[in-house]
């Protein structure tokens, strides 16, 4: 069994900055890529930001020069530096990773969801 535990979110006024981390725990054999993504109030969920094993990374162009992903293999956790944080970026965060558990294939899961509201 595999859990992605998110934390860091809470409330911050415009402009403000967060830090998330989501750490993954288990029993598994290895982490490939790790992700962030994102779920505001009626829209569909969408990438913010993944790191690709090997350690590049991309992210979506509304969070791009403000926001900055890493991760520590080391520690199986992935990070999400959010800065000039505005309102629209409020929506709930959920960590993702592709964790293989041998024999099996890699699989994907999800953490449960960190809440970020940016509001004066």
């Known amino acids: 069994q595999v859990q992605l535990v998110e934390s860091g979110g809470g409330l911050v006024q415009p402009g403000g900055s967060l830090r998330l981390t989501c750490t993954a725990s288990?029993?598994?054999?290895?982490?490939?890529?790790m992700g962030w993504y994102r779920q505001a109030p009626g829209k569909e969920r969408e990438t913010v930001a993944r790191?690709?094993?090997?350690?590049?990374?991309n992210y979506a162009d509304s969070v791009k020069d403000r926001f900055t992903i890493s991760r520590d293999n080391a520690k199986n956790t992935v990070y999400l530096q959010m800065n000039s944080l505005k309102p629209e970026d409020t929506a709930i965060y959920y960590c993702?990773?592709?964790?293989?558990?041998?024999?099996?294939?890699?699989?994907?899961?999800w953490g449960q969801g960190t809440l970020v509201t940016v509001s004066s």
């Open positions: 993702n990773a592709d964790v293989k558990m041998w024999p099996q294939p890699y699989r994907e899961f």
């Open positions: 288990g029993s598994f054999t290895s982490i490939n890529d």
């Open positions: 790191c690709i094993t090997g350690g590049s990374t």
